[in-house]
């Protein structure tokens, strides 16, 4: 019979490349019904609900500017401390956000996977761009103090790069969902990797450049009196360019090669590629397994 | 010919690893990974035990599923009907796309949809309406369909008031009302449905064996429906296929797959339903003791598979060489792990007088038999006046299978051995 008379066909070893996309094409209501849903029980939930997104990243601003720039003394040049420190936090939560939330799909929706099929690609995907309302609200407070900042006489102002800032808000948003398919494909066997995730990626803000620039952090890390150089531990690290790059947009400060833009570029492509591999690969049997 | 297949499943099997999956688990994974990459076969593959849930097996891999091979032509219902653990589940899984085969394929012409998964996907901040639209989409339909079908749905679901209320707000009864309501609303291809799964009132319950009726009949799709109500499967599906122990063993038409698995959950009688005894030198003896089942429309059954809420009769041949006056016969029902359960005595319910040596059958026709499913095994014992003068320990036995005794499409569980016809009601105190 030709093969093509069947709609499907449903066989243990698939084509590791046959990603189906056409199938979350054909699922398109359903990721945006997902993202209604996580945008109105967020509503629903609290009247403190939205508000908990500005108390977050205002907080840790502040405690950042106290503990960096008032204690250790990192200069952030003609910027306010604060507003430098916002810009990173708020850029440095849509990944993490995007990380964490989209790392225990499959864990956490092992109830209504277990029950029904749809391209289950169509849950980190409804996380990733249901986090861009919550970026939305924390850039829009952002704006509010670069006003406040701006009005009080500092004299700050965008790049003219700025209008790639949502080319970059998509490349942290591919990025934090490309790691997270990938750990939440590795959660269904191995569960430790859930303790690694909550305090990996406390570490690796540290080593993303959200508190300081990134030149700073080059002339501190390498010595040239002894010839040690630990600065390939952020310049390694695709998401400190990629706030260094927002504060570059955003306040015109920063340092950004077209090098770490492509070394970005090309670093994001492949583990969201990566991601989408090994979750389509997993995706078929991890029922079995969680 | 092959035009009509609508689903064509080929050496489908599944294999399960037992026990806790963790210790070993990257042992194995290297294991695989190493055959792989020097192009063999996947090692764990080739062995692993048949899927039988009471034998204690040696490995530590198991075959769910092993080797079923089926087509359902476009608009057959086929009953997959088989033991708990016997596979149907996880056969049904497998082709919802929940989880893969480990090896064979499915090839399918049409969209596959499970009818009875309600409510999945609810989320209780959300109101009814937004919810039709979420659990209509989860289920694999459009926002345009759900759009176009949204009056029907509503009015289906007898929620009308409390559609733009939140889901928290319902009672349980709405919220499954309004689950099936869009289920029932799907339109797929092949339609699956697992009994296993069903919840709800009895309402529910005949609501959905009403739609699926409905689907079957006037609209011409394809079901595939499981269940361990043979009433049910009787009367709704065309074919059936019996699988035991992850094996498809029979696949025909309904009726002849239903005989073939009630007489194979008979594992006491071999098939029978009589035991004879040799001749021996002696006044009296018993020569034969034979079961049937009678059903609930009157016809009889020389089988001794009995339905829950079934009779049954037993007949007791004897030969007599001389005249007896006062014959008393007892029939005891014991469980299969011993406890004795009744006592049926001819003398409490009848005197039986006869004088003449002649042949004689004992009948007596239990009408209640009140069992919960399982096997159970018969003692006879003859006597005169007081003395025994024949007994037959635990020569027959006779096994319950389940039915929907109460009309509700549930079925009694647990582990007991009586059910009793009873009523509840809720009276405000």
Not at chain 2, 22 to 43: Q, Y
């Amino acid at each position: 019979m030709n093969k093509k008379d069947w709609l499907f066909e449903i066989t243990p070893k698939n084509n590791l490349l046959d990603l189906n996309l056409k199938e979350v094409w054909r699922y398109r209501d359903l990721l945006m019904l997902f993202v209604k849903r996580d945008v109105i029980t967020v509503y629903k939930q609290t009247v403190l609900g939205p508000l908990w997104y500005l108390i977050q990243p205002l907080f840790t601003s502040i405690i950042f500017t106290l503990v960096f720039n008032n204690i250790a003394g990192i200069s952030t040049g003609q910027i306010p401390s604060f507003l430098f420190n916002l810009a990173g936090v708020t850029s440095w939560n849509y990944f993490k956000e995007c990380l964490t939330a989209t790392s225990d799909t499959f864990k956490k929706n092992e109830a209504i996977f277990g029950k029904v099929y749809f391209p289950r690609m169509i849950m980190p995907m409804s996380i990733v761009i249901s986090n861009l309302l919550k970026f939305g609200i924390q850039l829009f407070v952002f704006v509010c103090f670069y006003m406040y900042f701006y009005l009080s006489g500092y004299t700050i102002a965008p790049n003219i790069y700025v209008f790639f800032f949502p080319i970059l808000v998509l490349l942290m948003g591919m990025i934090g969902l490309g790691l997270g398919m990938i750990i939440s494909s590795m959660v269904t066997k191995y569960r430790d990797l859930t303790f690694l995730v909550s305090f990996g990626v406390q570490l690796l803000m540290y080593i993303s450049a959200v508190m300081y620039p990134l030149n700073l952090m080059r002339e501190k890390l390498i010595n040239l009196e002894n010839g040690t150089d630990y600065s390939w531990i952020v310049d390694l690290n695709p998401i400190a360019h990629m706030v260094e790059m927002s504060r570059f947009m955003l306040l015109n400060e920063g340092s950004v090669t077209m090098f770490n833009i492509i070394y970005t570029v090309i670093f994001t492509i492949i583990i969201f590629f990566l991601g989408l591999l090994i979750f389509n690969k997993t995706e078929k049997t991890f029922i079995d397994t969680i | 010919m092959s035009k009509d297949v609508i689903l064509k499943v080929e050496n489908l099997s599944k294999q399960y690893r037992l026990g806790t999956v963790g210790t070993g688990t990257i042992s194995h994974d290297l294991n695989r990974f190493i055959a792989k990459i020097r192009g063999k076969e996947d090692p764990y593959l080739k062995i692993g035990d048949s899927n039988d849930r009471a034998s204690k097996g040696n490995s530590e891999y198991v075959w769910a599923l092993k080797d079923i091979n089926f087509d359902v032509k476009r608009g057959e219902v086929l009953g997959i009907i088989g033991k708990n653990g016997a596979g149907k589940s996880t056969l049904l899984k497998i082709l919802s796309k929940v989880t893969g085969p480990t090896t064979g394929s499915i090839k399918s012409k049409g969209r596959i949809a499970s009818l009875l998964e309600v409510g999945t996907g609810f989320h209780p901040e959300m109101t009814g309406r937004e919810n039709i639209f979420l659990n209509g989409a989860i289920l694999g339909m459009t926002k345009k369909e759900i759009a176009s079908k949204l009056d029907e749905i509503i009015s289906f679901s007898g929620c009308e008031r409390y559609v733009d209320t939140p889901v928290k707000r319902y009672s349980s009864g709405m919220k499954v009302r309004l689950a099936f309501a869009v289920a029932a609303h799907l339109e797929p291809d092949i339609l699956i449905v697992d009994e296993v799964l069903a919840v709800g009132d009895a309402e529910f319950q005949k609501k959905a064996i009403g739609k699926m009726q409905d689907i079957s009949n006037s609209d011409g799709r394809t079901v595939l429906f499981v269940s361990h109500n043979m009433a049910a499967v009787k009367s709704l599906c065309t074919r059936g296929m019996l699988i035991e122990n992850g094996k498809s063993i029979f696949t025909g038409d309904i009726e002849n797959t239903i005989d073939l698995y009630l007489k194979n959950s008979s594992l006491l009688m071999n098939g029978k339903n009589y035991v004879e005894f040799k001749k021996k030198k002696s006044s009296f003896q018993v020569s034969k003791v034979e079961i049937r089942s009678i059903n609930q429309i009157g016809e009889y059954k020389n089988s001794c598979v009995v339905l829950m809420g079934d009779k049954i009769e037993i007949l007791i041949y004897s030969l007599l060489e001389e005249s007896y006056s006062n014959i008393k016969a007892s029939i005891i029902i014991e469980s299969i792990n011993g406890s004795k359960i009744a006592a049926i005595r001819s003398h409490e319910i009848e005197d039986m007088m006869f004088s003449s040596s002649k042949n004689f059958i004992f009948k007596s026709t239990i009408e209640d038999l009140n069992l919960m499913p399982g096997e159970y095994l018969v003692t006879i014992a003859i006597a005169e006046n007081n003395n025994t003068i024949s007994i037959h320990k635990e020569c027959i036995g006779f096994n319950v299978v389940p039915n929907d005794i109460y009309g509700t499409g549930r079925i009694p569980k647990g582990n007991y051995l009586i059910y009793s016809k009873a009523k509840w009601e809720l009276n405000q105190a």
